[in-house]
């Protein structure tokens, strides 16, 4: 069998795209590089997780030389709860921007951990502004961090992070990121963004597989987390510590999955670092959203909100559409969607990320025509209550 490692080839095996934001498509060279064990108290798997910290450091971008980068074991929810219970101190207040599912679980989670945390909800789409942040500070002295989602990927708008982080150091508070899915394809400088700490995985931007999260923090952050988490295992500042001492993780590390995501991350320096990602993934959505536009389809978001990591498209109106018979039929065709998950009106999403580009999405388009005349949806329209919704984004 000849292998080859071309970044883009297609799935192998008849495997479908995963138009999902992760777990997604990754390349072959990334699933290859799982097929050895290492010993995780060797110098060659210390040596991988130094190169490991490095590189995610160096995505960072100017500004990067006052953070550390932290791996820690477990899917990216793990990630999100080690940052908030290593950085928010047990006295401090956080306000949580939530306009879908990953910031309500950010405030779910500070409920389990007995922080105390005001939640700014803006509903399944609506982006938290900065003068809205502003605001709630000046009415609450006692908040000390504010909890933003960069993209939330639920809808998959882009929210205004920089004027966010604006807003909280002109009040004197701490800005905490989740950027799971959007690490890696946009940029989030410190240099540009002032903030104390992002986390992300390895299973989205970066196209690792899944099985561990990392957390981007300033050092001095770092230290003065000693003694705030409410966890052992998902301490921060533990795990920092033994990084720097020993060189290894504190419990036993996913080492395939640490031996592919450094593949990952050479592939993706190799493709021309954040800049290059975020351009193939912005190309993978423009054409994606268009020729689903030229069908019929409509975007939750307008336009300008639209990440290039994930899209809402609502269900067409039609009495034949069926979004489990459409996923069927797509599925069928080599292509994995992702169902919505706005409460209003039915939805569906298309991920633009992993190791896919504009052809690829070429045919995702001409699936759905043939899925819909095989459905006999004459109009992929929207009901009129979908568009009524979307009015209020421009409200
Ligand atoms: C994927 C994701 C997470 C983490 O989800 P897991 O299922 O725990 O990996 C958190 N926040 C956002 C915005 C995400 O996209």
Known sequence: MSVST???????????????????????????????????????????????????????????????????????????????????????????????????????????????????DKGDYLPPRGAEVAQILAQDPAITHVVAVHCETSSGILNPVAEISEAAYAAGRKLLIDSMSAFGAIGLEPAQIRYEAMVSSANKCIEGVPGFGFVLARKAEIEAAEGNSHSLSLDVHAQWAALETTGQWRFTPPTHVAASFLEALRAHEAEGGVAARGARYARNRDVMVAGMRQLGFETLLDSRWLSPIIVTFFCPADRNFEFSRF??????????????????????????????????????????????????????????????ERAKLAA
């Open 6 to 120: 071309d970044p883009l080839e297609p799935p192998r095996l008849g495997e479908p795209y995963l138009l999902t934001p992760g777990p997604l498509t990754t390349s072959f060279a990334v699933k290859q590089a799982m097929l050895r064990d290492w010993g995780s108290w060797d110098d060659d798997f210390r040596a991988m997780t130094r190169e490991i910290r490095r590189r995610l450091l160096a995505l960072l971008g100017a500004g990067a030389e006052a953070f550390d980068c932290v791996p820690m074991q477990g899917s990216g929810s793990f990630a999100v709860e080690a940052m908030l219970g290593s950085f928010i101190p047990r006295d401090g207040k956080a306000l949580v921007l939530a306009n879908g599912a990953y910031g309500q679980r950010a405030a779910q989670t500070l409920r389990y951990l007995g922080r105390a945390h005001a939640v700014l």
């Open 327 to 388: 996923y069927d039929l797509m599925k069928a065709k080599g292509f994995i969607l992702y169902p919505g998950k706005l409460t209003v009106v039915d939805s569906f999403r298309i991920g633009c990320i992993g190791q896919m580009d504009e052809h690829v999405m070429r045919r995702v388009v001409a699936a759905a025509k043939e899925t819909l005349a095989e459905m006999g949806v004459a109009s992929a329209a929207p009901p009129a209550a979908a568009l009524k």
